[in-house]
């Protein structure tokens, strides 16, 4: 794979060309840039398959390379940083990352991730509207679903729930649903904060969207499902349902 590193810390750079070299000899580096006009310039012209993009640059960020971009059909992996606070936001966009400093592990199974997607369109447009409009919209945000063809953008509080399907997750609103590529438990971690809550261990709701609660153990949604309480979630889920009302 064709690699291009945008890093302006030069010993951040070789650090990771030297774990590249080390972890897969066929990924050949293109070239690296340490500012933003360098990095769009150096991007537009080699059309690697891979940017290692980091967050803060000389003269900008990492987004204003993505703003400055022609057609790009590779991979964006940000290299950040910043506090786990902060990476929601990227998991919330659908941007990949890897924190720094950099772990060679991480590193391979980032590669090993994007060999798999490279052939696959990334609207990255779309996916950098979603991170901005998130930055000064706190009471509607909007996150990316990705499915197996295509990346949906749609606003947090129209979902009613999601459910588990093994390694994946189905995302239920009123009038269809999204089976998405990455299990209940990354979804709860990303959601808990934005008024979902784990009733059973195949089940998130949001709350905004519960019409009733079943004395027998069940909460029923507005789309008139019916959802589990386990044993195990019904105290944490009527602690939390009293705190609402």
Do not use: W
Request: with cysteine.
């Amino acid at each position: 794979m064709n690699v291009v590193i945008i890093e302006d810390e030069i010993n951040a750079q070789e650090a990771l060309i030297g774990m590249l070299s080390l972890i897969d000899v066929s990924t050949k580096i293109l070239g690296t840039a340490q500012n933003v006009s360098d990095g769009i310039a150096l991007i537009n012209k080699t059309k690697p398959d891979i940017v290692f993009l980091d967050i803060q640059l000389r003269n900008g960020t990492g987004f204003d390379v993505l703003e400055g971009l022609d057609v790009f059909l590779g991979k964006v992996i940000f290299t950040t940083a910043y506090e786990n606070y902060a990476i929601k936001a990227f998991k919330i966009s659908a941007f990949d990352y890897i924190l720094k400093p950099i772990n060679p592990s991480e590193l391979l199974e980032s590669l090993k991730q994007a060999e798999k997607e490279i052939l696959k369109e990334t609207k990255y447009s779309e996916m950098l509207k979603v991170l901005e409009y998130n930055k000064g919209n706190e009471i509607n945000p909007k996150i990316v679903l990705k499915t197996l063809n295509h990346q949906n953008v749609v606003e947090i509080e129209t979902i009613i729930r999601c459910e588990s399907e093994g390694a994946y997750t189905n995302f239920h609103f009123k009038n269809k649903k999204l089976l998405t590529s990455k299990n209940l438990k990354y979804y709860d971690e990303l959601l808990s904060e934005h008024g979902f809550i784990r009733t059973h261990q195949s089940h998130l709701v949001n709350i905004k969207h519960v019409q009733r609660i079943h004395s027998n153990g069940f909460l029923e949604m507005k789309d008139k499902t019916k959802i589990p309480i386990s044993s195990r979630k019904k105290a944490s889920v009527n602690k939390f349902l009293k705190h609402l009302i």
